[in-house]
């Protein structure tokens, strides 16, 4: 292995190291405890060294952001590829999404509250985050009925699950509703 070769290896490692560790910090405290100079504690690396990796805190959301969507697109494509017919797989994409938004807050908020500094729904958009609305639409645009654009339903479909991720968790929806919610999504959104 060449000197370059090691450097990049390193370099690499250091920024799987802050990207983790914010990720972590944030999953503890809340994304306003991640500071530049927390991490570089954490981390054990002087705040310059983080700042050659990252500009400052909105990158590494990005950062955690764009490493979130590629876990929730494996996700959603696990739980729905055990699913037998098209309900049942809408229905278990459903349950996979809100429990990802459940178990990963603070990588929720950096993909959908955050400002990462990513560009959705266009060219510049990281292809993990594609990826991930991929995942949604190859259930959900299965079931978006004739003369339904499937990605145009997907956006209703997701913007539908977000909002349910998000008043649970703000505590504006009780808990123990949320299978009857999952249920009327379903059976009022897609066509089965």
Known sequence: MSVQERKQRERAERERLIVATARELAEQRGWDAVTTRLLAE??????PVLYSHFRGKREIIGAVAIEGAA????ELRTATSAAAGPRARVTALAHAYLDFAERNTAVYDALFQLDGGLTFAN???PEPLKDAFAALMETVGEVAGDGVHPGLF???FWA???????LTRAGRLPRGDAERRVELLVDRLAQI
């Not at 539908?160 to 998000?166: C, D, I, N, W």
């Open 42 to 47: 954490r981390i054990e690396y002087s705040q």
């Open 71 to 74: 876990e929730m697109a494996a």
């Open 123 to 125: 060219e510049d958009t």
């Open 154 to 156: 997907t956006e209703v």
């Open 160 to 166: 539908a699950l977000h909002g349910l991720a998000t």
